[in-house]
C-alpha cells in the first residue's frame, strides 16, 4: 500500500475529464446567471431614473405660485385624471412629456393636479386650499431575455400635497 501512495507521477485520464466536466457545468451556470444579473442592473438603473425625473418635477410644481390673495395660480388644476393641468390664465402649467426630451427619451412624464376640495376629497381630506399632485414617469422595461414589447410598461408615481399660501 505505501508504494502505490508514493508512486504517483500524474492524473489519469478519467480524473482529466472528471475535472472538464466539473468546470464546464460551473461555467455554464455562470454564463445563464450573467443575462438574469444585467436585467436586475438595468431595472435598477430605469427605476432610479424615472424616479428622479418624478421627484425633479414635483420640485418644480412645489415652486409654483398658487395664492389666494393676490390670486394667482400657476399650479393650475387638470380637468380630469387624464388631462395636462391648466392654470388661472388658461394655459397648461406641466404639459405631458411623452415622449420625453434627449437623454430620456426611452420616459414620459405626466403631471395630474386635483383639487382636495371636491368630494370625495384627497385620501378623506376634503380642504378647497389644497391640491393632490401626482407625477407619473413611464419606461419600457427590459425583461430577462431582452426589452419588453412595446404595450408593456412600468411607472414610477409619487405623489404630493400642496397648501394654498
Keep these: ?14 480524473e482529466l475529464v472528471l475535472a472538464i466536466v466539473i468546470i464546464g457545468v460551473g461555467l455554464v451556470a455562470l454564463s445563464s446567471a450573467i443575462p438574469i444579473a444585467a436585467y436586475g442592473i438595468q431595472e435598477g438603473n430605469q427605476l432610479s431614473t424615472a424616479t428622479f425625473l418624478a421627484n425633479q418635477r414635483l420640485e418644480q410644481v412645489r415652486n409654483s405660485q ?14 380630469s385624471g387624464t388631462s395636462a393641468p391648466v392654470g388661472a390664465g388658461g394655459a ?21 393636479i386635483s383639487s382636495c376640495g371636491v368630494a370625495p376629497g384627497c385620501s378623506g381630506v376634503q380642504d378647497a386650499g389644497l391640491r393632490q399632485v401626482t407625477v407619473t ?18 411607472s414610477a408615481i409619487v405623489t404630493m400635497y400642496i397648501a394654498q399660501r
Design 1 to 14: 500500500m505505501r508504494r502505490l501512495w508514493l508512486n504517483q507521477q500524474g492524473i489519469t485520464i478519467v
Design 66 to 79: 398658487w395664492r389666494a390673495t393676490p390670486a394667482v395660480d400657476t399650479l393650475g388644476l387638470s380637468a
Design 92 to 112: 397648461v402649467t406641466f404639459p405631458d412629456e411623452t415622449p420625453m426630451a434627449a437623454p430620456f427619451g426611452g420616459y414620459s412624464r405626466v403631471v395630474r
Design 137 to 154: 414617469v413611464s419606461y419600457q422595461p427590459m425583461t430577462g431575455i431582452g426589452v419588453a414589447p412595446a404595450t408593456t410598461s412600468k
